[in-house]
């Protein structure tokens, strides 16, 4: 196995340390991507970073009914939430009723997450 020594000031490395090339690239079927683990534990051993080449992730399971909602329900609230953050006919009330809770108990801070939950409970009530 090999050793990984790292350069003064670097702790560990953790997450995925190469992309994996979009679907339709060049190579793209038979490549991978390398991913380092680090596990902070109490532990007699110091070297604690793991890297590993990961391949092609083949799923096990067919997409089901309720997966293929909820991705529904997902691309249909966000291309809403899209079209009303560029529609200038709402965004000087969207932005004031924002502004008027976000401060408050359970208040969403950013404007985006706002007009998801707006839109989202739009969906809700239509679809239900």
């Known amino acids: 196995m090999a050793k990984i020594q790292w350069a003064k000031g670097i702790d560990f490395v953790s997450g995925l340390l190469s992309k994996r090339p979009k679907a339709g690239q060049p190579h793209s079927d038979h490549s991978s991507a390398l991913l380092a683990t680090h596990r902070v534990a109490a532990t007699t051993n110091p070297t604690c970073t793991r890297i590993y ?7 096990s399971t067919p997409v089901g009914q309720d997966e293929t909602n909820r991705r529904l329900r997902f691309s249909a609230v966000s291309r809403a939430v899209n079209t009303r953050m560029h529609d200038l006919n709402k965004i000087s009330a969207d932005q004031a009723a924002f502004i008027a809770q976000k401060d408050t108990p359970g208040g969403k801070k950013t404007m985006r997450s706002y007009i998801w939950s707006l839109e989202l409970a739009a969906y809700d009530e239509q679809h239900d």
């Open 53 to 59: 080449m990961v391949g092609e992730y083949q799923r």
